[in-house]
């Protein structure tokens, strides 16, 4: 106990410690958070559904019909008709044989990883991966390498000099820089040793590709055979839970097998309803991806006339480099006085010196939203330089 609140103390020194802030309202552009209304560029709502009237209503009805709880395990009971439904038309829109429902993200890697690997396989996964990929390989118990990222030459070479490997993993939109993996040379790389390759597309899902289908659509590279595609339902979609598509082998080995899938309840069905609701959103109303497309633009003009220093993304996730972990948390601190919540994101959620506001939009942004986002930016960005001779008035 002792040691435990020790270093917590030591992380508060660090500016590592972290915090929740209670929200009372829904997800959208302004949102309560302690009784301040504020403007949020940080949740993965990138398609504004989160509150959408439809799926609020879809999980309303379904769920005076379904009820709350799905009651057991997908295998057990709980494998209601609706999540059915779901799973066949999430397999119909991404052109693959079948997709299965997990609880999450999450659970879905670390049940794809340890369903397919074993202990004596490779694995190779890009250094920015999310955590729950990390966390996947170690579960799997198979051998974790990690390449620099997006070094495609670098993982060739090494899957050549390792005499092969099983699984290359790979994030499709890195989630805090924003920029997206290079399917076509992964895809490549994996189908030539025979490895399977995990594309988990958490914030490409509904923002990128034909219809926002994704990473694989955007690259024109079909799933299915070695080439797996895990989505989130809880970003783009905004729902909650997670799919895994791909070949009816590999879906039918995850039902027998992947133990985040077998040893846990079902979400509830009502949940499913939503979901079913905002699939045909993300299919059918292309103007939110264009309406997203040109708010990024507006902020991208806006930053670099302003001499900010933007990351090479052109996705919704526009992080802004700071650099300590101290300055990225005043910074963030300074925005949230001019009533604009950006969260600061710090190590080891990225790496050590690489701080940064993490931000993010949505179609349900306005221009005006993005016009005073950059107004407090340059505001607090000077008040900054004032303040303290460093750290780099971005480039
Ligand atoms: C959010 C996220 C996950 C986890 O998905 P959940 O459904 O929230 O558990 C996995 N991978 C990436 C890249 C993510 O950003």
């Known amino acids: 106990?002792?040691?435990?609140?020790?270093?917590?103390?030591?992380?508060?020194?660090?500016?590592?410690?972290?915090?929740?802030?209670?929200?009372?309202?829904?997800?959208?552009?302004?949102v309560v958070v302690e009784n301040q209304r504020c403007l949020a560029f940080c949740s993965n709502d990138y398609l504004g559904l989160a509150n959408h009237p439809a799926l609020v209503e879809a999980l309303q009805q379904a769920a005076g019909r379904y009820g709350v709880g799905a009651g057991a395990a997908h295998l057990v009971s709980g494998h209601s008709a609706l999540h059915h439904a779901l799973e066949e038309e999430l397999a119909e829109w991404t052109g693959t044989q079948r997709a299965l429902l997990f609880s999450t993200g999450y659970m879905a890697n670390l049940g794809v990883a340890s369903a397919l690997l074993r202990r004596s396989d490779r694995l190779f996964e890009d250094r920015l991966n999310h955590a729950s990929l990390l966390d996947a390989a170690r579960l799997s118990g198979a051998r974790l390498l990690r390449y620099?990222?997006?070094?495609?030459?670098?993982?060739?070479?090494?899957?050549?000099?390792?005499?092969?490997?099983?699984?290359?993993?790979?994030?499709?939109?890195?989630?805090?820089?924003?920029?997206?993996?290079?399917?076509?040379?992964?895809?490549?790389?994996?189908?030539?040793?025979?490895?399977?390759?995990?594309?988990?597309?958490?914030?490409?899902?509904?923002?990128?590709?034909?219809?926002?289908?994704?990473?694989?659509?955007h690259f024109d590279v079909a799933i299915g055979g070695n080439r797996i595609l895990m989505g989130t339902l809880?970003?783009?979609?905004?729902?909650?839970?997670?799919?895994?598509?791909?070949?009816?082998?590999?879906?039918?080995?995850?039902?027998?097998?992947?133990?985040?899938?077998?040893?846990?309840?079902a979400t509830p069905?009502?949940?499913?309803?939503?979901?079913?609701?905002?699939?045909?959103?993300?299919?059918?109303?292309?103007?939110?991806?264009?309406?997203?497309?040109?708010?990024?633009?507006?902020?991208?003009?806006?930053?670099?006339?302003?001499?900010?220093?933007?990351?090479?993304?052109?996705?919704?996730?526009?992080?802004?480099?700071?650099?300590?972990?101290?300055?990225?948390?005043?910074?963030?601190?300074?925005?949230?006085?001019?009533?604009?919540?950006?969260?600061a994101i710090r190590p080891p959620t990225v790496p050590e010196g690489a701080a940064r506001l993490r931000i993010t939009f949505s179609a349900a942004h306005r221009e005006v939203h993005i016009d005073r986002l950059l107004e407090a930016l340059e505001q607090c960005l000077a008040g900054r330089s004032r303040r303290v001779a460093g750290p780099k008035r971005l480039r």
Request: aromatic share 6%.
């Open 148 to 217: 620099e990222h997006a070094d495609m030459a670098r993982l060739a070479a090494r899957i050549e000099a390792a005499g092969g490997c099983a699984m290359v993993a790979s994030d499709g939109v890195f989630s805090m820089d924003g920029d997206l993996a290079g399917l076509p040379d992964l895809a490549r790389i994996a189908d030539a040793s025979g490895a399977w390759l995990l594309i988990d597309d958490a914030h490409g899902l509904g923002v990128l590709g034909e219809g926002g289908r994704g990473s694989y659509s």
């Open 1 to 30: 106990m002792k040691e435990l609140a020790s270093a917590l103390t030591l992380r508060r020194a660090r500016k590592l410690y972290r915090e929740r802030r209670i929200l009372d309202s829904p997800q959208g552009p302004e």
């Open 269 to 343: 069905p009502a949940l499913a309803a939503a979901t079913r609701t905002a699939l045909t959103l993300v299919r059918d109303e292309g103007w939110r991806r264009e309406k997203l497309g040109a708010l990024i633009e507006r902020f991208r003009d806006g930053a670099r006339a302003r001499g900010f220093a933007l990351m090479p993304s052109r996705t919704p996730i526009q992080p802004l480099l700071v650099g300590g972990t101290a300055a990225a948390l005043s910074l963030s601190a300074a925005l949230r006085d001019c009533g604009i919540l950006v969260p």
């Open 234 to 265: 809880g970003k783009a979609f905004g729902s909650f839970g997670a799919f895994v598509a791909g070949s009816e082998v590999l879906i039918e080995t995850l039902i027998q097998s992947a133990r985040t899938y077998i040893y846990t309840t």
